[in-house]
């Protein structure tokens, strides 16, 4: 239909403030990164005054990124892959049996979501010192401890969006498969996997983004070998100056494999939440 | 796993001579499920439901840092946690109580806000123009930079009396020395920056709402003489009810209980005008080490989530069973 041209005002206008309202912190971000020391200290300057990439080498010196960095790695990936593994079994069973205890499970599994972490951050605290001490399996302050933490955290939406690329896929496939001899791990394998693709990169760069993003876990359970991305940056800020422009190019450096993963995937992503909203 | 399958494939040495012949397929047909959904209930009870127990059966404990070694043989004292957090004579209790009303407010207000920016970003995009797809990406930068680094940026900006806001904004002559991260202003601080890394989340939620609306609605209302802004008001937003209400269930569920945006802003001194429930605990139980405390304050905290969210489901069914 034809737009009014007061609408085409509004538009104008609300994009406008809207642009601008996203786009100057990421300015900021962007211009402190390349700003000398001197001018993060003084009053703020829309312009630097000089450009200069010393905070890009330096910021690797004044705190241990580069430890953090491979931690914040380790544990997103361990993360994100069982995560994305379990989630593939737990929706298949969810997707095509029906079973007793099945509106359980998802009842159960979807208001975990609503829980505050910091109801079970110190049980769990202690469940994992308890642990350790029965069984020898360091599970706080290790990597494990945290990949096992953070894959809980994003396999509730994990399960409910391959639920709904599930039930899209036709169950004549799985009936195919099945008439061929194949057992229900194989038809997964075969044939659901590859019809789900894009929901399960979506899914993975979900769970990627959750445990790369955590702080109130990793400030209590990480410890100085483990200390992820979110705890490692407020070192800066306790040094005796504070290094603004590393601080920004660090947030840079590491803001940018979860942005792109995220701006590629973010359409598969609007199809899971909706499809997700609308039942 | 490694359990299972070697069980079920290790010769049955000893067994009866009948039973390997009416032994069914090693692995039922009806266990399947159940195998499945194993990996995911074994993680779920470990790191949620098992720890929530425990959190319960702590909040009737006196556990502070002497019996945490030896948690499971803190004393019990009943309710005497509860009675302690719900006192509202008492320091614990009115504290309990700021916190609470300031984060019911920063909820209120980050989710309202988020959720008008949302809807008014998806339907300025609905129609397509040169540019629409990159300020598309543009706005759903924000939430997809990780926590800290949005968080970060902020405070770098509201730092400092010289910092980019007091200095912008006495460069606009509304200037005058001001800490943005201390005293009443840290709850402005606190919702503009959580408003900046949310909104995003309502605007793609929303824009895929409306993806979903057909068009020939429209059409038919514009036939009937329609307006733009009668259609907005009575086909767009009543056709987005059911994601808007799944989205603000959500988005209200995450600001409720966020703990980032405030920690990483203020560090360990959050002021009280932005000392929300879930730093209240916090402190209390890593700072102060009450444990129990905290843990009663924690279940008080989910019963009100659970009647927020039970009475979020009634009003939903009750809706749909009228439709």
Redesign the interface.
């Known amino acids: 239909?034809r737009?009014?041209r007061w609408?085409q005002w509004v538009?104008g206008v609300?994009?406008c403030l809207?642009?601008l309202?996203?786009?100057i912190?990421?300015y900021?971000?962007v211009t402190?990164s390349v700003k000398p020391l001197a001018d993060?200290q003084?009053?703020?300057q829309w312009l630097p005054s000089a450009l200069t990439l010393e905070p890009y080498v330096d910021m690797w010196s004044t705190v241990r990124l580069a430890d953090y960095f491979v931690n914040s790695a380790v544990v997103s990936l361990g993360a994100a892959a069982f995560s994305v593994?379990?989630?593939l079994?737990?929706a298949?069973?969810?997707s095509r049996?029906r079973?007793r205890g099945?509106d359980a499970?998802r009842f159960?599994?979807l208001?975990?979501?609503?829980?505050?972490?910091?109801?079970?951050?110190?049980?769990?605290y202690?469940?994992y010192a308890t642990v350790g001490q029965a069984t020898g399996i360091v599970l706080q302050g290790s990597h494990i401890g945290l990949i096992?933490?953070y894959?809980?955290f994003s396999?509730p939406f994990s399960?409910w969006m391959l639920v709904s690329y599930f039930d899209s896929i036709p169950v004549d496939l799985d009936e195919a498969a099945y008439i061929d001899g194949a057992g229900?791990v194989q038809t997964l394998w075969r044939v659901v996997i590859p019809a789900a693709k894009p929901g399960i990169a979506a899914v993975s760069i979900y769970a990627f983004?959750t445990a790369?993003?955590e702080?109130?876990f990793a400030?209590?359970m990480t410890d100085s070998d483990s200390t992820t991305?979110?705890i490692g940056?407020?070192d800066y800020?306790t040094q005796s100056t504070v290094y603004?422009n590393e601080?920004?190019s660090a947030?840079?450096v590491?803001?940018i494999p979860?942005?792109l993963g995220?701006?590629a995937l973010?359409r598969y992503?609007?199809?899971g939440?909706?499809a997700?909203?609308?039942k | 796993m490694t359990v299972t399958s070697t069980a079920s494939t290790a010769p049955p040495s000893g067994a009866e001579p009948n039973g390997s012949r009416a032994r069914r397929p090693r692995i039922s047909k009806?266990s399947?499920?159940?195998l499945?959904?194993a990996?995911?209930?074994f993680?779920?009870l470990?790191?949620?439901?098992?720890?929530?127990l425990?959190?319960l059966w702590?909040s009737f404990l006196r556990l502070n840092q002497f019996f945490?070694r030896e948690?499971m043989s803190a004393p019990f004292t009943g309710l005497q946690n509860y009675r302690f957090a719900l006192d509202f004579d008492g320091a614990a209790g009115v504290e309990l109580f700021q916190s609470f009303a300031v984060t019911i407010a920063f909820a209120v207000i980050t989710v309202g806000v988020s959720w008008v920016?949302g809807l008014?970003?998806a339907?300025?995009?609905q129609?397509s123009f040169p540019g629409r797809t990159l300020?598309r990406?543009?706005?759903?930068?924000?939430?997809?930079?990780?926590?800290?680094?949005?968080v970060?940026?902020?405070k770098?900006?509201l730092d400092r009396s010289?910092?980019?806001v007091?200095?912008?904004l006495s460069d606009l002559g509304l200037g005058g020395e001001r800490f943005w991260l201390l005293g009443n202003n840290a709850f402005l601080s606190l919702t503009v920056t959580a408003i900046?890394r949310l909104w995003p989340f309502a605007f793609?939620?929303l824009?895929?709402?409306l993806?979903?609306i057909p068009t020939d609605i429209?059409?038919a209302a514009?036939v009937d003489g329609a307006?733009?802004w009668q259609?907005i008001r009575t086909i767009t937003v009543p056709m987005l009810q059911?994601?808007s209400q799944?989205?603000i269930l959500v988005l209200f569920?995450w600001t409720?209980?966020d703990?980032?945006v405030p920690?990483?802003l203020f560090?360990q001194a959050v002021p009280s005008s932005a000392n929300l429930i879930?730093i209240h605990?916090?402190q209390n139980?890593?700072l102060t080490w009450n444990?129990g405390l905290?843990?009663a304050m924690?279940?008080l905290?989910?019963l009100f989530?659970l009647v927020i969210?039970a009475g979020y489901l009634m009003l939903t069914s009750r809706r749909s069973r009228n439709a």
Do not use: C, K
């Open positions: 239909m737009e009014p609408f538009r609300g994009l809207l642009t309202f996203t786009v912190p990421l900021v971000m402190t993060v003084d009053t703020f593994l379990i989630a079994f737990a298949y069973a969810i049996y079973f099945r499970f159960t599994v208001s975990t979501q609503m829980f505050p972490g910091i109801l079970f951050l110190l049980p769990l202690l469940i096992i933490t894959l809980t396999l399960i229900p983004m790369w993003g702080t109130l400030s209590i991305l979110a940056l407020r800020s603004w601080v920004m947030s840079l590491v803001s979860v942005v995220f701006l973010q992503l609007v199809q939440l909706t997700g909203a609308v | 009806r399947v499920p159940y499945l959904l990996p995911a209930l993680f779920e470990l790191v949620h439901i098992v720890p929530m425990g959190g702590m945490l948690w920016m008014a970003a339907l300025f995009l129609r300020l990406g543009l706005f759903l930068v924000p939430y997809a930079l990780p926590i800290y680094t949005s970060m940026i902020w770098f900006m010289d910092g980019m007091n200095a912008t900046w793609l939620a824009m895929a709402g993806q979903s429209y059409d514009a307006g733009l259609q059911p994601v799944v989205l569920l409720f209980n703990f980032n920690y990483l560090d879930s605990i916090y139980s890593f444990f905290g843990s924690s279940t905290l989910l989530l969210t």
